[in-house]
């Protein structure tokens, strides 16, 4: 079964610094990988996606994910935190199939200090 | 080109109440998902309809059902209303079942007491 784990509840990161919110992933097949950031009592919001091709995908806002086939992983970074990121973030996996639904972690909270 | 909306933003209800949640998708959408948030969780899958027709449905109880409408708007409906209901329901959309991008609402806060 399609699975994605988001092994951080919460990510601390002082302003300025970089940043990076980890997840890895579990799926028979090729992985469609996306991130969505959601802020307090909002719907979710498109970062980025990976699909095929280059392993660094850049998105909104100046996040980028990297995709690690052998790891498993997709991890978010961002070079340089800012307050305004401080938000709650999913990382999702598409499971395939006539539905391609979209299977998300648990979230993490990603706190960002002035 | 507007986004998805979803009505009522928040909504109280009593246990055992039905309750109707409402999603209009973006332009251009024929696909809708409605998932379900609870409070510290990740959304869970409800189900989809493409065209009219339910697509998929996750692991929720018939007492969930949904609609959808020529104009790929959409319901859902849920029977019977219990405490564990309460959470954000988010509706998101897209073109075709192949995934071309999923835009999601803002969501709709539902609380049973």
Redesign the interface.
């Known amino acids: 079964a399609q699975s994605v784990a988001q092994p951080e509840d919460q990510v601390n990161v002082a302003e300025g610094n970089p940043l990076t919110v980890k997840c890895t992933y579990s799926v028979s097949g090729n992985p469609?990988l996306f991130w969505?950031v959601q802020y307090p009592?909002?719907?979710?919001?498109?970062l980025l996606?990976y699909?095929t091709g280059d392993n660094l995908v850049k998105g909104s806002y100046g996040f980028e994910a990297e995709f690690n086939k052998s790891q498993t992983s997709f991890h978010l970074k961002k070079p340089s935190a800012l307050v305004s990121d401080s938000a709650l973030y999913?990382c999702?996996v598409?499971n395939g199939?006539?539905?391609?639904?979209?299977?998300?972690?648990?979230?993490t909270l990603l706190a960002v200090q002035p | 080109e507007t986004g998805?909306t979803?009505s009522p933003t928040h909504l109280i209800k009593t246990r055992g109440q039905q309750v109707t949640l409402r999603c209009s998708s973006q332009s251009g959408h024929n696909t809708v998902?409605w998932?379900q948030q609870a409070l510290?969780?990740?959304?869970?899958?409800i189900f989809?309809y493409y065209r009219e027709e339910e697509?998929?449905r996750?692991n929720f109880p018939p007492r969930f059902s949904g609609l959808q409408f020529p104009n790929y708007s959409s319901e859902l409906n849920v029977n019977a209303l219990e405490l564990d209901d309460s959470a954000l329901y988010?509706c998101?959309s897209s073109l075709d079942?192949?995934?071309y991008?999923?835009?999601?609402?803002?969501?709709t806060?539902l609380t049973v007491v």
């Open positions: 469609y969505y009592n909002r719907g979710l919001q498109f996606k699909i999913f999702a598409i199939g006539a539905t391609n639904k979209l299977i998300f972690g648990t979230g | 998805v979803q998902s998932y510290g969780q990740g959304p869970q899958f989809q697509n998929g996750g988010l998101a079942r192949v995934f991008g999923y835009t999601f609402g803002s969501g806060r």
